[in-house]
């Protein structure tokens, strides 16, 4: 299986041609369009819809405006484009390779360690911003723009935004502080392609009249067609005359442009509203071969009408991978469905979603409970605040979206409705650090600590299908307090096997395994598969670790606890979360207060010392992006690192034998 | 002194007049004015300006639109109004007086222990919602009028907003959302008094044409005279029509309305810009009976105009008490002049504010470099990322404004900010839980836990004026990484006396007092000043105390950490902050790796146990809302309740007279 890209060398050709400016342009991007394919395809997962519907912008953008191959990339006088929206970010590094500024193993390295990642980062060269959360990237630009004015750099600051990211207040503070502030040197341009996720934006929470709202904020405000180069190349133009105030392009695409069934919405469609399938994850092998067919045969026919020459487009053939995420389990399957069989026994259980249901697993509900779903769209603290307003009239709102957009950006809200003493079940799901692939900006690896220091909040996270079910029936029909329910998003490695006479109780975990050279408390169906892997890896070389499932993250049962370490001397805590302020802080004020203590005071060299060591594993960098297996192990948080970690032991016989049945267990 | 207000006997005199309608509603918001003011004064802070603005706007609204009278305050049916400002709340806790909802004895007590808070508190009879940080209301009031739609409950839900307010991105988050949602129940009210803190709205940042941009929002939007009872009457009663969509009225009125002095703007100005003083604190002796008898002036000729007889309006005397804030250190003014200073000689320094200059003392900086401080409006979630913009192309941005806004308010952007490995200074004050008068929406005691998992940030708080200088120099011209400067905002209760030989240098703190019976970790003036009241007290009983001042949050010297700690049997940390992801998080963290623990295992009884205590002396509960004396006494972390805690010792011979010593350096 290889995956091939068209070369640099191709692209040069075409940039070198002096023929019909348009057509050229059109050309360049749909073999960025084709590379585009490949390399989602190559990487498993990436937003294709809007990396398709943004290339003719930035195409355009590069080739035209851009004075950064004049000046280079680290001229401050340069002109700074990035996008806001971030996950379109595969389309423009194929731009970056078509151009020089990445090389081709880059490229075929996208959400790989030490690879490109899934959502911009300025790591990257050529990318000017790290983006992936909405709404950010109008505000920053307005930042990089004044800096220019001060400092009396040339160049522009562009600004590509999404349409459903008008749903976010930060774009409305933005515009209307970038206007009072008669910031000159900015362009946005929204790639308006009418989708965000997989519902119409004119469904989910509409922003149009988006002209006549933002000309409403003082900018100057254009409408075109943003796959048309003559319309682009006009209006970047004359734009140039407006010098004193900042400027907006709303650009109509087409989500998915150039490859025909990924340009029409599906005929499924939910609830009256049409369903848009290619905003994420790697195509299927048939549309994959059917899409860059299309776009080949688009590619020649260009060349020819243009008279280039024969571009070449390498080969790529189906992966033949048969997916197997259909047999694994996932959490928020059961979450979505222990919701709907709530439902029908509680009548004031409501649901609130930040436009991201599918992958929440809520359309189930969405469908059973229309009238108690509440689509926010992407405004989390909106949504954070009307769902206190719900409680505050005696309903039971359950919020749901991403952890990272929920924890970080609504985290005043939630202050503030746990202040009304109310109760909010705040349901924080791709919790941790996997996936990895789409990046910082997606992996919620500080929620906990950002949970933590509101006096009436209970936090879980549960460890399989079983356990979901358990906790959200907690949440929702005993919890006398806020619930921050921690979910992870993608399949559980494996199913974590509770014992059968576990039960589901506040402050009580329990033990997988049983060992006493050393106690690991975890949580989560990530890292408790790697704790299990590393027991076992252990196990081998006699020492034997007992692996404890804490599904209460800030709620710890003292006598459960005592009971527990009992003559353990090796305490461990295997986070899925910062090193700071998660289930460890917790544990080792809990362990203080029931008197014990890592070790005796080594200060006083007479006392005899019974020695406990506690380690916290958790992070204390950002978290990588890659798949499961780099990062983790990159990390050192994998089953066979854990295992060197805690016995401190590396030259074991067993090594290989265990390290080949790990490779085989690893998350794909 | 006494402070006497216009009694309810006479408020129902007026209500039950049958006269001129209009002149009537007038006669009884003045006389709630008059209340406001009494109350104020007493409180010694609060918000008069737009109290006074909006108290026509609520008369109206709770005389003769809200049904709560009829249905009760409790029932589902009822209709519901708030303030999404909350701070003109001294205003409607007058007119609740008015109404019978509060006894006088309560609104006496305004910002007082089990008194009334300085915002709005649910638990208070007849508050709706929470509020005191900006741009929740909107969605809250969305959350409740759905909820009334879902339950078929009758009643409508009136928001009021204030103009500032409208810079706030989660605003326009909420009338999209709303618009979108058909919420027909709800009507926003704008007290549009053209002043936000102390200087124009339009100087600031500009919300107009807000009329269009609403409008603009698919709100069905109408402006008018805010103090005109008959255009209030005409209006509320035209909008019941309007069914299908939300509703917002721009109330034009006036900051101070009702006072002639507090009506008209300062002569003096800033920058060319108009200064208001009258948005927050309580007035002097001279302004409060010069208020105070304008208001009896018109109080009595209206009652006259309209034979209503007389009303009977108390004496009140100046309280002739002498400020002696003018002599007290504040550290905000230290990190002032740190900047104006440091400003001299590093031309990259940019200083970015969230509408609270003067409170953040940076006017003198705002002065001096007016091309370097950029004045953004209450929009933090902008703010931030701007920073972070200024920040990528190489300058060194202070993002300052109140700590419960910024690291809540702006947490992801925090968090983008930073991945992108920039360096920006977040300036966060009034940090901690006093002053206690504003309540829990300004009481900052969660911001070190939401900065805490960053793994780029060094988080530290001052003690006093010379330190905060060179904490201030330490972030803009040393740090490596971005900077949480915590500050208190007032006046720092006594000046902390470091040793003369203290060099500030990161992760090392140093002792203020000597003691080999315990070890106190403390930060900050308000904490380290009842530390030290504590060591006072507990040396008395020959406990020897040892206080170290340890300004460095999350970064902890181990070499010096091993030292300090020798021969200590017992430690404690004291947070001004929750006890939950403070500095005693990472201090337990940092004694296990230098091998210290708590206690030996407690675990094997035959190992002889060589005991350490540790305790963490944060707050487990909201912070409260009083006096500063009165809170901490409350949450025990008063000077003699931490040396209660710390000895465990109540009865001793000392007591009183430490005691009596103690009341007279308590904070004011």
């Known amino acids: ?64 405006e851009l004075n950064i191959f004049e000046v280079g990339l680290d001229s401050p006088d340069r002109d700074i484009y990035f996008s806001s929206k971030g996950h379109d970010v595969p389309g423009l590094y194929s731009l970056f390779y078509a151009l020089g500024i990445l ?143 900042p400027k907006m392009i709303v650009a109509d695409t087409v989500k998915g442009k150039g490859v025909s069934f990924m340009e029409r919405p599906e005929t499924e469609t939910f609830e009256g509203k049409t369903l848009y399938k290619w905003h994420s994850g790697a195509p299927d092998d048939e549309s994959y071969v059917k899409g860059l067919n299309e776009l080949t045969g688009k590619i020649n026919s260009l060349a020819e009408e243009l008279k280039i020459g024969k ?31 709530i439902a029908k026994t509680n009548d004031k259980l409501v649901v609130l979603d930040g436009d991201l249901s599918a992958d929440c697993k ?150 997988l395994t049983e060992g006493s050279d050393g106690i690991l408390f975890g949580y989560g169906p990530v890292m408790l598969h790697e704790a299990l892997l590393a027991a076992d890896y252990l196990k081998k070389i006699n020492f034997g670790l007992k692996v404890v499932n804490m599904p209460w993250l800030n709620k710890i049962n003292k006598d459960w606890l005592k009971e527990i370490v009992k003559d353990q001397k090796k305490i461990f805590v295997l986070e899925d979360h910062s090193a700071v302020g998660g289930l460890g802080d917790r544990l080792l004020n809990a362990l203080v207060e029931i008197g014990i203590g890592p070790s005796s005071s080594g200060l006083s060299r007479t006392t005899p010392r019974h020695e406990i060591e506690f380690t916290n594993f958790g992070l204390r960098e950002y978290p990588e992006c890659g798949t499961p297996w780099e990062v983790l192990a990159y990390h050192k948080l994998d089953g066979k690192s854990l295992a060197q970690r805690i016995s401190g032991f590396e030259d074991i016989e067993e090594k290989e034998k265990i390290a080949q049945k790990y490779t085989e267990d690893a998350p794909q």
């Open 103 to 245: 090389p081709e193993q880059k490229l075929l390295m996208l959400r790989r360690l030490h690879g490109l990642d899934g959502h911009p980062e300025t790591r990257i060269p050529g990318i000017e911003a790290s983006t992936g959360s909405l709404g950010m990237g109008i505000s920053k630009g307005k930042g990089m723009a004044w800096a220019k004015s001060y400092r009396k750099n040339k160049g522009h600051v562009y600004v590509l935004t999404g349409d459903g990211e008008f749903q976010e207040g930060q774009i409305w503070e933005s515009l209307q502080a970038a206007a009072h502030q008669k910031i000159g040197n900015l362009t946005a341009i929204m790639d308006h392609n009418k989708y965000q996720t997989d519902m119409l934006v004119a469904d989910v929470n509409n922003i149009e009249d988006v002209v006549n709202k933002v000309s409403s904020f003082h900018w100057h405000v254009v409408r075109i067609n943003g796959h048309d180069y003559n319309e682009l190349k006009k209006t970047f133009t004359e734009l140039k005359n407006v010098k004193d105030k």
């Open 1 to 64: 299986m290889s995956y091939n890209i068209i070369k640099k060398s191709e692209f040069d050709k075409v940039k070198s041609f002096n023929g019909n400016w348009a057509a050229k342009m059109q050309l360049f991007a749909d073999m960025c369009r084709y590379n585009t394919l490949v390399a989602v395809k190559k990487a498993g997962s990436g937003h294709l819809g809007s990396s398709l519907s943004a290339l003719d912008i930035t195409t355009y953008l590069y080739l035209n």
């Open 362 to 511: 809520l359309r189930k509900f969405e469908k059973m409970y229309p009238d108690r779903f509440i689509e926010n769209g992407i405004a989390e603290q909106d949504m954070v605040s009307m769902a206190g307003g719900l409680a505050k009239m005696g309903l039971i709102p359950v919020v749901s979206t991403f952890s990272s957009f929920l924890a970080a950006r609504a985290n005043e809200q939630i202050y503030n409705n746990a202040g009304e003493q109310t109760k909010v079940i705040y349901t924080c799901q791709f919790a941790g650090m996997i996936p990895a692939g789409p990046g910082k900006s997606h992996q919620s690896v500080r929620d906990i600590s950002l949970f933590g220091a509101l006096p009436n909040v209970t936090i879980i996270q549960p460890c399989n299908a079983e356990e979901t079910k358990w906790a959200t029936e907690y949440c929702v029909n005993e919890a006398e307090e806020n619930c921050m329910l921690r979910l992870i998003i993608g399949p559980s490695p494996e199913k974590i096997v509770l014992p059968k006479d576990y039960k589901f109780k506040v402050g009580v975990g329990v033990a």
């Open 311 to 341: 571009i070449e487009i390498p080969v790529n053939e189906p992966e033949g991978k048969v997916s197997s995420k259909g047999e694994k389990e996932f959490v928020t399957e059961a979450y979505g469905d222990a919701l709907c069989e």
